[in-house]
């Protein structure tokens, strides 16, 4: 498994972004040979994929603050696994209690409560801390979705104890721009609409937009994950990888491993027109901007397909709802005229994947 350039992960700041890093298929965390770890077959890491440990902070002992043992880390006690407990850590570039862990100005935190799930009541973006201390703008959690509202223009000062780093994604109320939230607001002017990323705290999030940059060609610089349109998505020369959260989705379906690395050729394959490449990206990165996760961000949910005000899901609005129903029962008809088996059921991962798994490298399908 190895990541193209063109989509870059930029390194963690503090110690809550180290401690969510993904242990394979991470461009940051590499062999000898300067390469991602994989999950395949044989790898270095199978046995501790297979039994969940598949982030950095999975190996580490939150109260102890040291790396867990075999027995802690619940894998069996056989050499290899051994060995690969070794070598995994060996390569984790980062000791999470090495760490400068004060907030700068414009993150955001949060404090979670006992037994909390979901995001945190009360955040705050810093204007100034100290070790101990922050001065901060106090935010509060206005509704279900993570929205968020100041609840005043006064900057108060709280002690740091307990405090996570979260994301926070402003909304320009002029456009429909989203961006991870770093500015703080200019007095007199309309802030924007803020919500908070995901389950709230980065050490909670199974992807995180803040990691990841597109390489843009020329002298561009990086864009950041939130800033990337289909525009620039054209002028990328480089054909961008998707990040291991959606290699660990291809995988969790139960795939052959060789099958991964084509299904993985295969999004970006040159015959395929870049934007169905992004469509599947997004697809299977549950990325997709229809209302379900339009939801988390407090915005308008139902499909406007079908008009029967069900959740417009990546589900519902590609494959259950009327309309791509038709869709699909046309492509179903064709689909028998070809006499392709019949025992092939449609399902909606070999809808995905279906193309990938069937088509041979060296024939690529005709899409255009
Ligand atoms: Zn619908």
Redesign the pocket.
């Known amino acids: 498994m190895s990541v193209r350039p063109g989509l870059t992960k930029s390194e963690p700041t503090n110690s809550a972004e180290a401690l969510r890093q993904p242990i394979f298929g991470n461009p940051l965390i590499t062999n000898q040979e300067g390469k991602p770890l994989g999950i395949n077959g044989k790898s270095e890491g199978n046995a501790f994929a297979n039994t969940g440990h598949t982030r950095v902070r999975d190996l580490w002992d939150l109260e102890e603050k040291e790396w867990k043992g075999l027995s802690a880390l619940g894998v069996s006690f056989h050499p290899s696994n051994r060995k690969n407990r070794d070598l995994i850590i060996a390569i984790i570039p980062w000791d999470p209690t090495t760490f400068n862990d004060i907030p700068s100005t414009g993150e955001w935190i949060g404090k979670k409560e006992t037994g909390q799930t979901g995001p945190p009541k009360w955040v705050y973006q810093v204007v100034e801390a100290t070790q101990s201390t922050a001065n901060v703008s106090e935010f509060r959690n206005i509704s279900h979705t993570g929205r968020i509202q100041a609840t005043s223009s006064h900057v108060i000062t709280i002690p740091l104890e307990g405090y996570e780093p979260i994301r926070v994604l402003a909304q320009d109320s002029h456009r429909t721009t989203l961006k991870l939230a770093k500015d703080i607001p200019i007095p007199g002017k309309k802030p924007p609409l803020y919500w908070i990323f995901g389950s709230g705290f980065i050490s909670d999030l199974n992807w995180d937009p803040g990691d990841w940059h597109w390489q843009q060609k020329h002298n561009m610089g990086d864009t950041p994950f939130f800033g990337y349109s289909s525009k620039r998505g054209y002028q990328n020369t480089r054909k961008p990888q998707p990040p291991p959260e959606i290699i660990n989705f291809i995988q969790g379906l139960s795939l052959r491993n060789s099958t991964t690395a084509q299904v993985v050729a295969r999004i970006w394959h040159n015959a395929r027109p870049r934007k169905v490449g992004a469509l599947i990206w997004l697809t299977l990165n549950k990325g997709l901007p229809v209302g379900t996760w339009l939801q988390t961000m407090g915005l308008q949910s139902t ?6 005000g ?1 959740p ?1 899901s990546a589900q ?2 590609l494959f ?5 129903q038709n869709a699909w029962n046309a492509f179903r008809s064709t689909w028998e005229v070809w006499e392709a088996p019949n025992r092939i059921s449609i399902t909606w991962p070999f809808i995905l994947l279906g193309e990938a798994v069937l088509e041979e490298e060296d024939d690529p399908p005709d899409l255009q």
């Open positions: 499909c406007k397909g079908c008009d029967q069900l417009e519902h609005c259950d709802c009327p309309p791509a």
